[in-house]
């Protein structure tokens, strides 16, 4: 059974910075894409950044340089790395699993979800 299992998040202000942790167990990180997505309230999950199995690293233009995603397959874990935090990054973030190596990197493609880690950014 794969299992993901978010940690890092917390209550920021402005400017600080976090990093989120993703352990998996039941599944390989070096044969499988790995993400994180965020959903704040009231609005739909969105892609946040991936790191593909085969090589490639993605990121949401709201993200790119000041997120950084990567992984220690050792430890089977995935990080994302948030610095300069604004109030915009506040949401529930979500570590992703697409174990059938689709192209996009997307939501619908995703077939394991971790429960989520709240990260708040104070203005």
């Known amino acids: 059974q794969v299992q993901l299992v978010e940690s890092g998040g917390g209550l920021v202000e402005t400017g600080d910075s976090l990093r989120l942790s993703c352990v998996a167990s039941?599944?390989?990180?070096?044969?499988?894409?790995m993400g994180w997505f965020r959903q704040a309230p009231g609005k739909a999950r969105e892609f946040v950044a991936a790191i593909k199995w085969r090589g490639g690293i993605y990121y949401a233009n709201s993200v790119k340089g000041r997120f950084t995603i990567s992984k220690d397959n050792a430890k089977n874990t995935v990080y994302l790395q948030m610095n300069s935090l604004r109030p915009e990054d506040t949401a529930v973030y979500y570590c992703?699993?697409?174990?059938?190596?689709?192209?996009?990197?997307?939501?619908?493609?995703?077939?394991?979800w971790g429960q989520g880690t709240q990260v708040t950014v104070s203005s």
């Open positions: 992703a699993a697409d174990t059938q190596d689709n192209y996009y990197f997307t939501s619908a493609g995703v077939d394991c």
């Open positions: 039941g599944l390989t990180l070096s044969r499988n894409n």
